[in-house]
């Protein structure tokens, strides 16, 4: 792999709102070093570049704060303190990707048991005053082999981050999908986006919008965005104009496909023969990676973590010879160094008084996530029954499609699908079709339709052989994702179709339908939260009082004196049960 510098860019910039890519390749010539003392030098150095119409690009890792602030020096390490490109212009060259790499499991360098006791000294320093907030991290670590910008291509695609980075020099490379601006400069006026206070999404889009609005209204998130904004306007009083320091957007939810962020936007203007140099000075790290007040937490994190961030928590980005500059906070990065063939992902959280243990633990790993990938090319369906001109349950299937497009973040254009489908229907008004609808994640639709036949004979079904796991995300969206049913359907090719369970043996749906049973005298279908689809027919039946929720067991299935598959093409379709529960 060729070792010369390559540096890309995928950031939001704030006038256009628009995600932009800037690369940088080439250098006319590289600033860095591992000595703490020479960062500011560099700093300088890089400032000088730029005045004389020069492009800058790099970055400063964690440790860097030493060169700034009155903190313990980092132990020693091979990667840079500092490092800068001068370039005499972005370039439109990108690598090829080669779509091959391969990442072994990772693993955390830290026990559960030694997080606990981390978490207990941080109580204690809450106790004494010696701080008041705390994000404290832990470093995981895998094998990796192949082609590493295919790999943040990979990642970039699922994560949907406004703030991502693309480095690679020497035997490193970086790839950053972070979501935190650390600040943008345009001419004189700052902008910094503190981000803390964190959720995980939720699988169903009922329980999506729950967990929302739990970190919106969360005592213990806003305390912590709320000392992390105070730290950072006590810091830009120093470099800004008196009185121009605003809060514009206090605890805003921001939406990330396996997170809820809480952030606050500050925007300040910026005094007269305030260089970089001191905007680094003043702000950095940024206080939402640190705690408060921040010199004693970051010596206190150093003693407590005892390795160095390197990347992880510094800052990345980009210089203009127009007085602009954007850099994020690397946080969701991974760091890789080829001569090892090692990667890294650190992961944390800010820890407050109103903190406990378990929960901080799981947050940290929620942030992890993002290294699953998963086939982000799947599409929405919803599948329409049609009789005579009208569509059966047509607002429960509007609804569930503009949910599952916000949930995923799929551009919708609805009047478009309903001119369509309208269309359709007047069309084939004296007809009885299955209407089928896709729509990809850029909004593109393709509708089809096929003559529906329907029958009233009993259909027989099999319990599957085996327990879905509720807690699989495509299980609450239909998406042509279907591997889980049509792997559970494949033992029973001779039956109609099969009747899911989950792990706590709870009774779910079919593989094409909701499943409604007659159980002393009543109507029940299982809830959503047993792992099943929000079926457009089981929602108007709901809404009619036809049916009511309830959860069901394999006994209680077992002693239904009906059974019924639900869904909005076939409506009520009888079931007999012909194979026992395994």
Not at 2 to 15: G, I
Not at 99 to 123: D, L, M, R
Not at 244 to 267: A, D, G, H, N, R
Not at 512 to 537: A, C, D, F, Q, R
Request: proline share 4%; with cysteine.
């Amino acid at each position: 792999m060729l070792k010369t510098p390559f540096l890309q860019f995928d950031f939001l910039n704030l006038k256009t709102k628009q995600h932009e890519q800037t690369t940088f390749k080439n250098p006319v010539k590289v600033f860095q070093t591992t000595h703490v003392n020479k960062v500011n030098a560099i700093l300088d150095e890089v400032e000088l570049a730029v005045h004389n119409g020069y492009y800058a690009a790099g970055f400063l890792s964690y440790e860097a704060a030493s060169a700034f602030l009155n903190v313990d020096s980092s132990t020693s390490s091979q990667f840079p303190l500092i490092w800068f490109g001068i370039f005499d212009s972005p370039t439109e060259l990108t690598p090829k990707d080669d779509h091959s790499f391969e990442v072994g499991e990772w693993t955390p360098s830290i026990t559960k048991e030694e997080y606990n006791h981390a978490f207990k000294k941080i109580k204690n320093a809450f106790q004494t005053g010696a701080t008041e907030q705390v994000n404290y991290t832990m470093q995981l670590n895998a094998d990796f082999k192949g082609d590493s910008y295919a790999y943040y291509n990979a990642l970039k695609k699922q994560q949907n981050a406004d703030y991502n980075a693309y480095i690679s020099f020497d035997d490193f490379q970086v790839l950053s999908l972070s979501p935190e601006l650390f600040f943008d400069l345009d001419k004189d006026v700052l902008t910094v986006k503190p981000m803390k206070g964190t959720k995980e999404r939720g699988k169903s889009s009922l329980e999506d919008n729950r967990f929302k609005a739990q970190l919106k209204s969360s005592t213990k998130d806003k305390l912590e965005n709320r000392l992390i904004v105070d730290l950072m306007i006590d810091e830009l009083k120093s470099i800004s104009i008196s009185d121009s320091i605003k809060i514009k957007k206090p605890f805003e939810i921001e939406t990330f496909p396996t997170l809820f962020q809480m952030t606050s936007t500050l925007e300040a203007t910026i005094k007269h023969k305030k260089s970089l140099t001191d905007i680094f000075n003043a702000l950095f790290p940024c206080g939402s990676i640190t705690g408060t007040p921040k010199v004693e937490t970051i010596n206190f994190i150093n003693h407590l973590e005892n390795r160095n961030r390197e990347i992880y928590c510094g800052t990345i980005g980009f210089i203009t010879p127009n007085k602009e500059a954007t850099f994020n906070v690397p946080i969701r990065t991974v760091s890789i160094d080829t001569s090892k063939e090692q990667a890294r992902y650190d992961v944390g959280g800010g820890i407050t008084n109103l903190s406990n243990a378990q929960d901080e633990y799981n947050e940290a790993f929620t942030k992890a996530e993002i290294l699953k990938l998963s086939n982000n090319d799947f599409k929405l369906i919803e599948t329409f029954g049609l009789y005579n001109g009208i569509y059966v349950a047509y607002e429960a299937h509007l609804k569930r499609l503009q949910s599952s497009a916000n949930y995923f973040n799929f551009k919708l254009n609805l009047n478009k699908i309903k001119n369509e489908l309208t269309e359709i229907a007047e069309v084939n008004y004296n007809q009885n079709l299955r209407v089928r609808l896709l729509l990809n994640i850029d909004g593109k639709i393709e509708i089809s339709s096929v003559p529906l036949v329907i029958d009233d004979k009993i259909k027989s079904v099999s319990l599957a052989n085996k327990p879905i796991d509720k807690n699989d995300l495509f299980l609450y969206h239909k998406t042509t994702n279907r591997a889980v049913y049509d792997e559970l359907k494949t033992d029973f090719p001779h039956y109609f179709d099969v009747i899911l369970w989950n792990e706590q043996n709870e009774i779910t749906e079919f593989t094409i339908g909701n499943l409604v049973i007659e159980y002393e005298n009543k109507l029940i279908t299982p809830p959503v939260s047993s792992g099943l689809l929000p079926g457009t027919y089981r929602e108007v039946l709901l809404e009619r009082k036809l049916i009511k929720e309830q959860i069901i067991t394999k006994d209680m299935l077992a002693k239904a004196k009906h059974i019924w598959l639900v869904n909005s093409v076939r409506k009520w379709v009888k079931i007999t049960l012909k194979k026992a529960a395994p």
